[in-house]
């Protein structure tokens, strides 16, 4: 069985409580990564709304926050040894409201002022397309392949998608996919995005557990098909509780990961940091820590010790 | 004022996030149980749609599922000197369609499954209806009679209920019930269903808290009159909360804790582990505990540390 | 840029789950208080329907609950060196179905009970007036007037309210309010109460971050016109989750602190305890204590060591 080798960073928060972590934290994280096989961590997405993780310089209305979290995880990422993938812009407003041509013409003035800081840095390993779908809507194929497009031009590095099924545990009944339906969106998408999309890692956690091996060999196929590498998103949080969202029951993250584990060529998870992470704001993410390390023959006290040390 | 000396166990999660707690977590909650007179674990349920607590070899559409919870808190049950009550299995789909005889036979071949793995333990020392319900519908008689009586047969041991107020913290107006309605319902339940249940443990959370000591009586004197031994279900977590669902506060549990000794034979929870354990992973709970503490005479660090040693 | 110096005390919950402190967690949390600059600490509301947190003699259909949080607050203020408001009572009844003047006359017999028992304690420092609007609706202008009125014939002290903007985080499209409906209602309530009225500290978690630094100075231009002290209510609780309310992003707090520090006397906060304390039951406010410290050159190890010795 695969272990986890990536995770997503999710600072600009879109549904997450943040966990007000600072350097020590952060650099105390990316060494336990590095102590269990955790090689690649990927920028959820630099800019949600008015907020972003650096300071903008080249206009738009963004809040006038001064940290710059993307320096400070490139940095920690280079001094620890990961591969970052950098997550691109949502602006919450021009993508909801169709008008995709402005969610490009966004994201390409400020991938532009990340080619001028960030791209050069030697732990700047990738990118990540943010913009989520399920179906073949949105104008998501003119979004990955000008956006994507964008990015490659700056700096030509592998590009990773995670969409998500349309499962019942998102979307009410009549809004779901059958295995066909998605099978057949993500065939049209994958056929039109090809030559800029890497990599497609689904997400999980929005279909039934016994849905899953069936979707993913599926998925798996339409990958061969392309050209597109296959990796799986195994979401580390519980979507079938009333608080949304805790840390997932290790029973079924497990069984989420054996059945990525015979298609998937990567396993990565949304997310560590909140929601497996021996450090994180949820206990019940300590105790998790500690079955995955007892699954995956690592001994948890003793590489908590070497990133707290 | 009486002790809470039962608790529920909730390790299939219908909403409440694990907390992923693995064998030594586990032994240390029972060790914590027999230092502070809980003498009494009841598992809330076995089954819940297509999870089980343990491998499920007579068939249906189980997920591959491998720990064997019910073995586990059996050996530590017996291993630390506790009674453990099993719950039985909610299909999460008969039931709720009305074809309570499906739900019937499902839950008699798998309680044969349980007889023959589980029930000769020394530990096994009753049996937990787990279909909950606040009035005399859903084929409720049928349920308990055929179930219970199934599981008698199996193997003759006490058998409890906990069923459910219809008060205005869970219902909409009008669909609440007043005190008179509900003694109605489980006057007529209680006359229906008394050879097979035993005791009955009422939950206490779904109605305001002056309601409760009126109630509580009500259903007293119900459990007098058809020979049915009154317990309390003593809820340990906060249903006033925006979050579903905290750890109560202490005021209110007390409060309830003295009206349900005034008419109760024991009082059990749901459920100690996670929101009054020390070891919780909810830090409000370690604070609860040490409140419990004072309040009943323990010496909560030297308990705590017995347990942990 | 100001620092925090008061944080509300939420004992009587209307929406934030209890942490279950007894006398030992909350005289270390005022010790720390001290330590870090908060001079101030203000009781959120004596009472919330029939919860009360001091047992009531003077009668009402209130729980009979026997802790009184009142004089152990009291006293540890006393202590420890902090001024303590009174937060006055909210029925939960009366006002909300409009019938004003009975929760006048519910707080004037209460007000009187806490006249013969608490406020000549000399950590008895201010009034607070729990009812809280965003618009001059509900006979608010009546309850200020005549229930601060009674306060302030008790006892002659500062008065401080908290009101809201009618923002978009909160209220659905078409109930919020503009900058200028906002400062219209405002200006007529100031005029109608100022003079019992001293302090008016803003709760600023109901409008977008970037509408704050405007509201805040037309905010505090009515202040000047109406002769009332302007205070900013930072709140460090985060509206934008899913999960109600986990602590804040300390990105957001510290903008919206150097926002108020440009307009209020003072930084107060709802609330210290659960959402910025190193002894809170959310770790993440841990976290960002230790990011208020940095910011604010504290030293958070030596704080905290000071406050729990």
Chains 1, 2, 3 share one sequence.
Request: net charge negative.
């Amino acid at each position: 069985m695969l272990k986890l080798t990536g995770t997503f960073i999710d600072e600009i928060t879109h549904d997450i409580p943040s966990q007000n972590w600072g350097e020590t934290e952060w650099r105390r994280e990316f060494k336990l990564y590095k102590q269990i096989g955790i090689d690649t961590v990927i920028i959820i997405r630099a800019s949600y709304q008015d907020k972003c993780i650096f300071p903008v310089k080249s206009g738009g209305d963004f809040l006038p926050l001064r940290d710059d979290l993307a320096q400070m995880f490139l940095d920690l990422a280079g001094e620890v040894g990961l591969d970052l993938y950098w997550g691109t812009f949502d602006s919450g407003v021009y993508w909801y409201r169709n008008t995709w041509w402005k969610e490009v013409e966004f994201n390409k003035r400020l991938l532009d002022e990340v080619g001028e800081k960030y791209t050069s840095h030697p732990a700047f390993k990738g990118w990540y397309l943010c913009h989520e779908t399920g179906s073949n809507s949105s104008h998501i194929i003119e979004l990955f392949n000008y956006i994507g497009g964008h990015c490659k031009q700056i700096r030509d590095l592998p590009l990773l998608i995670s969409p998500f099924p349309m499962g019942s545990k998102q979307f009410a009944q009549g809004a779901t996919f059958t295995l066909e339906e998605s099978l057949d969106h993500w065939d049209k998408i994958f056929e039109a995005t090809h030559e800029v999309v890497d990599t497609c890692a689904f997400q999980d956690g929005q279909i039934q557990y016994r849905e899953l091996p069936e979707f993913l060999q599926g998925v798996k196929a339409l990958g061969d098909k392309h050209g597109i590498t296959i990796w799986s998103n195994v979401e580390s949080f519980d979507r079938d509780m009333p608080i949304k969202f805790p840390p997932a029951d290790f029973r079924y993250l497990n069984l989420k990961m054996e059945a990525a584990s015979k298609t998937a060529e990567k396993i990565i998870t949304f997310e560590f940091a909140h929601f497996l992470s021996p450090f994180s704001s949820y206990p019940s993410a300590h105790n998790m820590f500690r079955r995955y390390c007892e699954r995956h023959g690592l001994d948890a006290d003793s590489v908590i010790a070497a990133a707290s040390g």
